[in-house]
């Protein structure tokens, strides 16, 4: 049994890795991710410059998952793209991502010409769903511009380049968001990002969880399982075969794991359950989804990648 995956013409040992923004904002985070049975490491979603991010406090854990509005806090551009160049050297068997997040287009364009024009030989992922900055609406539910930056990436961009999209609710925009996303030679879309705008209340002090926004913020954990299979699913069934997806949303346990890739995963991302137990989170997925498979008698997840069966 191997949980080996390919993803954009990229082996990784391990079909398992952090989603952008949990424990991966520091060198010291990042090499954590490395040291561990991850299969690769995405960097926290970066900015041109530094960010100091939203008031505290801003992430709260809950009983079934966790919610956040943290504002995009950052190290900057060139401290994750100075990483990924050095992880290149020392540890050049394991292709890495770098997770971008412009507030405007022109920063994300001026990110990706700097990336272009580096020696970064790993995969970039523009992160088009942040739900936090105040004041800025998330790309990736409006259309339009959705097709306006891809448009303008791919005018120049020939690296491997993904999008990391909020999760849609409704059956036709998921033809729309496909439609335009099956006119761009993606390597990848990941999917989900947390179900933005979500609110959690202390009913004790009849006061809400965390500062920013009145409390607003991303949800993410067991809560949002349903709603990431389901855009894992359909997306898997509108995309180019050519366009690989990441599964991310409501990962707890091997068997969840197995679901993402049942529904159409080549990479399966975890963020809020990495964040409650750390990157030795990995040994215990990679354990769970190995036994699953042995008991399913399935060698590699190619075996059942997408097979997911309907009544
Ligand atoms: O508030 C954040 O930093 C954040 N939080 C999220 O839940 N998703 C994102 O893409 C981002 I950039």
Redesign the pocket.
């Given at each position: 049994t191997t949980l080996k995956t390919t993803l954009a013409g990229y082996k990784f040992d391990n079909c398992m890795m952090n989603a952008?923004?949990i424990r991966c904002a520091t060198v010291t985070d990042l090499a954590g991710l490395r040291d561990s049975r991850a299969g690769s490491l995405v960097t926290k979603?970066a900015t041109p410059q530094p960010r100091d991010?939203?008031p505290e406090p801003r992430m709260r854990g809950l009983q079934y998952g966790c919610i956040?509005?943290?504002?995009?806090?950052n190290h900057g551009f060139d401290y994750y793209l100075n990483f990924l160049l050095e992880e290149q050297k020392s540890h050049p068997q394991q292709t890495n991502f770098m997770s971008i997040?412009g507030t405007t287009l022109e920063d994300d364009l001026s990110m990706l010409k700097q990336i272009q024009e580096s020696a970064f030989a790993g995969l970039t992922e523009l992160?088009l769903?942040?739900?936090?900055?105040p004041g800025k609406p998330q790309v990736g539910y409006d259309f339009d511009a959705v097709e306006r930056y891809l448009t303008a990436v791919f005018a120049f961009f020939k690296k491997p380049l993904g999008v990391?999209l909020p999760p849609y609710f409704d059956l036709m925009h998921f033809d729309q968001i496909t439609a335009i996303l099956n006119q761009y030679p993606l390597a990848f879309v990941n999917s989900i990002?947390?179900v933005g705008n979500g609110l959690m209340i202390d009913p004790e002090s009849e006061t809400v969880l965390i500062k920013p926004k009145g409390g607003f913020?991303?949800i993410?954990g067991a809560y949002i399982k349903p709603t990431a299979l389901a855009n894992v699913r359909a997306l898997a069934q509108r995309l180019n075969p050519g366009i690989a997806i990441i599964g991310t949303g409501g990962v707890q346990n091997g068997m969840d794991i197995f679901e993402h890739i049942l529904c159409g995963a080549s990479m399966v991302q975890v963020g809020t359950q990495l964040g409650f137990e750390g990157p030795k989170i990995f040994n215990r997925l990679s354990q769970e989804l190995t036994r699953i498979m042995a008991a399913k008698g399935y060698d590699s997840i190619a075996d059942f990648r997408g097979k997911l069966k309907t009544l």
């Open positions: 952008a923004g979603s991010g939203n956040n509005s943290m504002g995009l806090p997040a992160n769903s942040c739900p936090n900055v990391k990002n947390s913020g991303g993410g």
